[in-house]
C-alpha cells in the first residue's frame, strides 16, 4: 500500500511562505518521482513541481511550472520518507488545494502507479 499525507497548509497573507510537507508510507513499493499539484477555485488541477528518486540521493532532477519557478522549491527526504514544498513570495494566484502525488512501483513487478493523498488547502490573503 502507498499512502500519501499533506500537511502545512493554511492562511499566509501575499508575499509570504509556505512550507508544505507530504509524509509517504510505503510497503512493498518503490518510489519513482513524486510531486506536487494544486487546484484554485473553479480551475483544473496543474502540476505545480515534480522530482525524481535517484537510487539513495536526496537531490533528484526537478521540474516546475513556469507560474511558480524561482518561487517554489521540490525538495525531499529519502530517510524520512517526505517530500516538501517550499513556497516563497506567494501570491494569491497560489490560493487552492495542494496535493501530493507519488509514482511507485510494487516489488516484483515493472508497473508504475500514481498515488495521491487528500490535499492540503493554501489560502493567500491580499
Known amino acids: 500500500q502507498v499512502h500519501l499525507v499533506e500537511s502545512g497548509g493554511g492562511l499566509v497573507q501575499a508575499g509570504g511562505s509556505l512550507t508544505l510537507s507530504c509524509t509517504t508510507s510505503?510497503?512493498?513499493?518503490?518510489?519513482?518521482?513524486a510531486a506536487w499539484y494544486r487546484q484554485a477555485p473553479g480551475k483544473q488541477r496543474e502540476m505545480v513541481a515534480t522530482i525524481t528518486y535517484n537510487g539513495f540521493q536526496n537531490a533528484g532532477d526537478t521540474n516546475y511550472a513556469d507560474s511558480v519557478k524561482g518561487r517554489f522549491s521540490i525538495s525531499r527526504d529519502n530517510a524520512k520518507n517526505t517530500v516538501c514544498l517550499q513556497m516563497n513570495d506567494e501570491t494569491t494566484d497560489d490560493t487552492g488545494v495542494y496535493y501530493c502525488n507519488a509514482q511507485a512501483v510494487r516489488m516484483c513487478a515493472k508497473s508504475i502507479s500514481n498515488y495521491w493523498g487528500q490535499g492540503t488547502k493554501v489560502t493567500v490573503t491580499s
Open positions: 510505503l510497503s512493498r513499493y518503490k518510489l519513482r518521482a
